[in-house]
């Protein structure tokens, strides 16, 4: 079956700290992932996707590089800042049907 | 903002009652996600529409139900309420009818069950 499993938080950072936030999955076929957040009291937005093996997303400082060999998606950033405060969720499209799924979400706080 | 709506944002309500959850997409897209996000459970998939068909159900409860409508909203539907259906219920929406297209989701409903 399909299935995101994402390390347990909270996570607590320092200002300029270096994040890693670890993501493997199982997957049937050729998934496509996906690292969401969301911030205090809103809904969820998209981060970065990648959608083939050795593909790497990237936005707003944040990196991740999709390994099939070790079936992982893990969430970087060189110098994380208090704004980064957030929950992050990994996620997984199977690319066959429509579901989708989601880690348990790891929260991390940066503080200053 | 994301551009997707959800009403109401909080409801409070009493166990063995039915709510209606409403969702506007985004201007132009077609398909429409639900999702549960509790303490204990995580964020769940519970069901997806593309254009007024469903296309894919994930946890979703018999209890529960969805549908969208021709002018594409979509109403979730919870019946026979427990406390446990205490949660935050997303929807999300894209343009196409696949999972790995981006989501846009929208600020969310707080339903709290007494």
């Known amino acids: 079956g399909n299935s995101v499993t994402q390390m347990e938080g909270p996570v607590t950072l320092s200002e300029e700290a270096f994040l890693t936030i670890n993501c493997t999955y199982t997957?049937?076929?050729?998934?496509?992932l996906f690292w969401y957040v969301q911030y205090p009291g809103e809904g969820l937005q998209l981060l970065l996707k990648?959608?083939?093996?050795?593909d790497k997303g990237s936005n707003k400082g944040f990196e991740a590089t999709y390994r099939k060999e070790t079936t992982s998606f893990h969430l970087e950033k060189g110098s994380v800042q208090v704004s980064d405060s957030a929950v992050y969720f990994c996620?997984?499209?199977?690319?066959?049907?429509?579901?989708?799924?989601f880690g348990t979400g790891t929260s991390l706080t940066v503080i200053p | 903002d994301s551009g997707v709506t959800q009403t109401p944002k909080h409801l409070i309500t009493a166990t063995g009652q039915r709510v209606t959850l409403r969702c506007s997409p985004r201007?132009?897209?077609?398909?429409v996600y639900w999702y549960q996000q509790s303490l204990d459970q995580g964020l769940q998939f519970l069901i997806q529409?593309?254009?007024?068909?469903?296309?894919a159900k994930g946890n979703i409860l018999e209890r529960f139900s969805a549908q969208q409508f021709p002018d594409l909203h979509s109403e979730l539907n919870l019946s026979s309420l427990e406390l446990g259906d205490s949660a935050l219920y997303f929807c999300?929406?894209?343009?196409?009818?696949?999972?790995?297209?981006?989501?846009?989701f929208g600020p969310g409903t707080r339903l709290t069950v007494l």
């Open positions: 999300a929406s894209s343009g196409e009818d696949f999972s790995g297209d981006t989501q846009y």
């Open positions: 997957a049937t076929g050729y998934p496509s």
């Open positions: 990648a959608t083939k093996a050795d």
């Open positions: 996620a997984l499209s199977p690319n066959t049907g429509n579901q989708f799924y």
């Open positions: 201007s132009g897209d077609l398909s």
């Open positions: 529409y593309y254009n007024g068909e469903e296309r």
